[in-house]
């Protein structure tokens, strides 16, 4: 028998958030669930394609699994990562691109919350982002310093995103990092083929320029990429059923004739 | 801030698996953070460079695992895939079995109660 041992030591900071008696490190992560569900809907949010699905990581998606990651560095700023996260998040959707809007819940970006989603994206390379897409992700972890979000089935990634703030050298470094796969062939053809992987580069490095301005710096945003899995899950190609894209745009061109049908429905006043 | 120290260790199961090839266990204690990443593939490299197909990750001693912790499982995972080995784990608390199964690694990742019952289960 062989044995071998590694052991490190590394600066790490650690969740203090409480909630009842669990340990504060257990409580960073949200409650087990099955299916997520919205319990209250953000005014101007729709809840479509969010409300009953099962979260799903990088395992569960369709095309090629890649590693992305965004840094700004936010020399000096006199704050500690826990303070600079804070404000992150109390302004994450102020820092977002226009054509992407969060709605959180009224509990805020807490583990277990649901953040709704209405996104417009280009149909095609160089058009302008008109077609919509209703969405959104759950809290799966939060804690001082990090939060991470896990996508719904039928999202256009499948995974992870976890934002951070650390500090390294005494500078501080905010940090978006996703760990997705496109969730089906269609949403992988349009990552591969038709921009939609630049699209989501733009918006993440929209948001750390966003997060630096906010501090009055010129924030340098750097992106490295992994592809950690090049291969596709033709196993999980029936995804395309719950495709967020494709159920929003039925749901738009049906609107009318729900609109008729309830008037229809209404009692005459007497 | 306070330090994190995490410490793997690997061992050869001296048995096989019921292809008859080798099983190496990685004993993890401590934390397991974004600062993991490089312990855990040494650990990994130094199981795969004994010639392992099976790998099981004892987390018997895991004191804590953040959602970077669980993104360098998945990355894990897939290199054991790649190489066409097998990925399994035991000794997880109930908190971070239900962890697995919030994210849905449960469904990639054998679950074993104890190092016993993945031996057995792995047919040595």
């Known amino acids: 028998m062989t044995e071998q041992s590694n052991t490190a030591t590394a600066d790490d900071s650690l969740p203090t958030k409480v909630s009842g008696t669990k340990d504060p490190r257990q409580a960073a992560w949200a409650e087990p669930i099955e299916h997520i569900k919205v319990r209250e809907v953000p005014e101007g949010a729709t809840n479509l394609n969010v409300d009953g699905r099962q979260p799903a990581s990088p395992l569960q998606g369709f095309g090629q699994m890649w590693q992305k990651t965004f840094r700004v560095r936010l020399s000096g700023i006199d704050l500690s990562p826990a303070e600079v996260m804070a404000i992150w998040m109390g302004n994450f959707q102020k820092f977002q691109p226009p054509e992407n809007t969060f709605y959180p819940s009224m509990a805020g970006i807490k583990p277990g919350e649901v953040l709704l989603i209405q996104a417009k994206v280009p149909p095609l390379p160089g058009l302008p982002s008109f077609l919509p897409v209703s969405t959104g992700v759950m809290v799966l972890y939060a804690d001082d310093t990090t939060m991470t979000v896990m996508t719904p089935e039928g999202h256009p990634e499948a995974g992870w995103n976890t934002f951070s703030v650390s500090e390294e050298d005494g500078t501080l470094v905010a940090q978006c990092q996703s760990l997705c796969r496109p969730s089906d062939p269609i949403y992988e053809v349009f990552n591969r083929f038709l921009g939609a992987s630049s699209q989501q580069d733009r918006i993440w490095t929209h948001v750390l320029v966003s997060l630096a301005d906010h501090f009055g710096v010129q924030g340098q945003v750097t992106m490295a990429k992994v592809l950690v899995d090049p291969k596709v899950q033709w196993k999980h190609a029936r995804n395309i059923w719950q495709n967020a894209a494709i159920r929003t745009m039925v749901y738009l061109v049906g609107s009318p004739f729900r609109w008729v049908r309830r008037m229809g429905n209404r009692k005459p006043e007497s | ?124």
């Open chain 2, 1 to 124: 801030m306070e330090p994190t120290k995490l410490s793997m260790k690997v061992r050869n199961h001296p048995g096989a698996n019921n292809h008859g090839s080798q099983i190496s266990i990685i004993d993890i204690e401590g934390d397991i953070t974004s600062t993991a990443e490089n312990i855990l593939m040494d650990a990994y490299t130094q199981a795969t460079s004994a010639g392992a197909k099976e790998i099981l990750l004892n987390f018997t001693d895991l004191e804590y695992m953040n959602s970077s912790g669980i993104g360098l499982l998945v990355t894990l995972l897939i290199r054991v895939n790649r190489q066409k080995q097998h990925l399994s784990v035991f000794g997880l608390s109930d908190h971070y079995r239900q962890i697995f199964e919030l994210t849905r690694l449960d469904e990639a990742i054998s679950i074993y109660s104890d190092e016993s019952e993945a031996i057995a289960a792995l047919g040595s």
